[in-house]
Every structure is written in structure tokens, then in C-alpha cells.
């Protein structure tokens, strides 16, 4: 099984702050990523696909990159609705397999 | 509008049996393969079980092998999971999700629907 591991579990920021989060699979998936945004009591909602990608209708602000084994989202400018947590999925192997998740709260 | 309506869920003792339905409205559901992703209380997400697009392909995490079984009616436009011998590390939210064209991400996810195992 492919693991992937995210860092930081939780941070801390303020609005307007720029964020990473990184992902790192425990062997190379090409550019085989996916990113999704969960709020408390939501589904998931996918914002992007194959590792850079925006899916349709998520903001501009959001963007990802990386390949092979490491993988970034970065949110240029966090904003009120983006405090969620945020997971990272391989799709190299289908179905694929999820991160811890990264929970980004207010500061 | 894409939907994923869930129903079935609840409290059941280990051992019991539970049903999970999913009504998908908004897009040909007989094109798409469909999933079930589960989140623990507090918890992470993890991909239980496939159905691809006619129900002959399944696949499933090993931890619910031979215990669950996911189906699928292409004319009511309705996926299934039924969950037999339940334990409790088997207590979670459980959601359907429509695989997107590319069938490597979940491009639609229904709400969760709640599963507790408990005595």
C-alpha cells in the first residue's frame, strides 16, 4: 500500500496569510494527487486533481504542485471559508488512499 | 445538480446487520463508478468499497472483505451498501461518492450518513 503523509497535522493562521501544506507519498505516484477541503459537518469537496489542476468552481487561490513523491496546496490568501481541514489522496493506485489530513484553524 | 441522497444508517449491536442506500439525481449514474468512503468519529477518510458503472467489478479495503457488499441499481439510479457483521471499529459517517470521467478522483460526495456500533 502507498502511504501518504502529511505535515503539518494543524496550523495556525491568520486571514490573508499565505499557506503550505505538503503531502509526501512513501513511494513515487507520478502526479497521481488529489487535494479536498472537509468542513466540520460537510462531505468532502475535491479542489484539485492531478496534483495541479483547479476543479471547476474553486478559487483561484488555491493551487498545487509537486510530483513523484512530493506534493504541495498552497491558499495565496486565506480567507474566512478556507479554515477546514484539508486531505491529500494518491490515485496512482486506484482507489487510492488518503492522508492524516491537515486541520488549518484561525489564529 | 449533481445529488447523492443517503438513507439507511443507525445504531446497531456488533454482529448486526445495517443497509445504506444512495439516490443519485443530476448526472447518468450508469456511466459513473460509485464509492463508499468512510470517516471515523474524529477521524480521517478511507475508501471502503468500488462499483464500476454495470456492477460486475468490485473491489473493497480489507478490513470489510466478505463482510460488506456494495450494489447497485442502474435503473433506480441507486447504489447500496449492505454491512453484515458489524464490529465497532466499523463505526463511522459513511459516504457515497461518484467517481469523476477520469476515475481517479471523487468529484461528488453525498452528506454522511451515520453508523454506530455499540451494545
Known amino acids: 500500500d502507498i502511504q501518504m503523509t502529511q505535515s503539518p497535522s494543524s496550523l495556525s493562521a491568520s486571514l490573508g496569510d499565505r499557506i503550505i501544506i505538503t503531502c509526501r507519498a512513501s513511494?513515487?505516484?507520478?502526479?497521481?494527487l488529489n487535494w479536498y477541503q472537509q468542513k466540520p459537518g460537510r462531505a468532502p469537496n475535491l479542489l484539485i486533481y492531478a496534483a495541479s489542476s483547479l476543479q471547476s468552481g474553486v478559487p483561484s487561490r488555491f493551487s498545487g504542485g509537486g510530483s513523484g513523491t512530493d506534493f504541495t496546496l498552497t491558499i495565496s490568501s486565506l480567507q474566512p471559508e478556507d479554515f477546514a481541514t484539508y486531505y491529500c489522496?494518491?490515485?496512482?493506485?486506484?482507489?487510492?488512499?488518503f492522508g492524516q489530513g491537515t486541520k488549518v484553524e484561525i489564529k | 445538480e449533481v445529488q447523492l441522497v443517503k438513507s439507511g444508517g443507525g445504531l446497531v449491536q456488533p454482529g448486526g446487520s445495517l443497509r445504506l442506500s444512495c439516490a443519485a439525481s443530476g448526472f447518468t449514474f450508469s456511466r459513473h463508478w460509485m464509492s463508499w468512503v468512510r470517516q471515523a468519529p474524529g477521524k480521517g477518510l478511507e475508501w471502503v468499497a468500488n462499483i464500476n458503472q454495470d456492477g460486475s467489478e468490485e473491489y473493497y479495503v480489507d478490513s470489510v472483505r466478505g463482510r460488506f457488499t456494495i450494489s447497485r441499481d442502474n435503473a433506480k439510479n441507486s447504489l447500496y451498501l449492505q454491512m453484515n457483521s458489524l464490529r465497532a471499529e466499523d463505526t463511522a459517517l459513511y459516504y457515497c461518492a461518484r467517481v469523476g470521467a477520469s476515475g481517479t478522483t471523487w468529484d461528488y460526495w453525498g452528506q454522511g450518513t451515520l453508523v454506530t456500533v455499540s451494545s
Open positions: 513511494q513515487s505516484i507520478s502526479r497521481s
Open positions: 489522496q494518491q490515485s496512482f493506485i486506484v482507489p487510492g488512499t
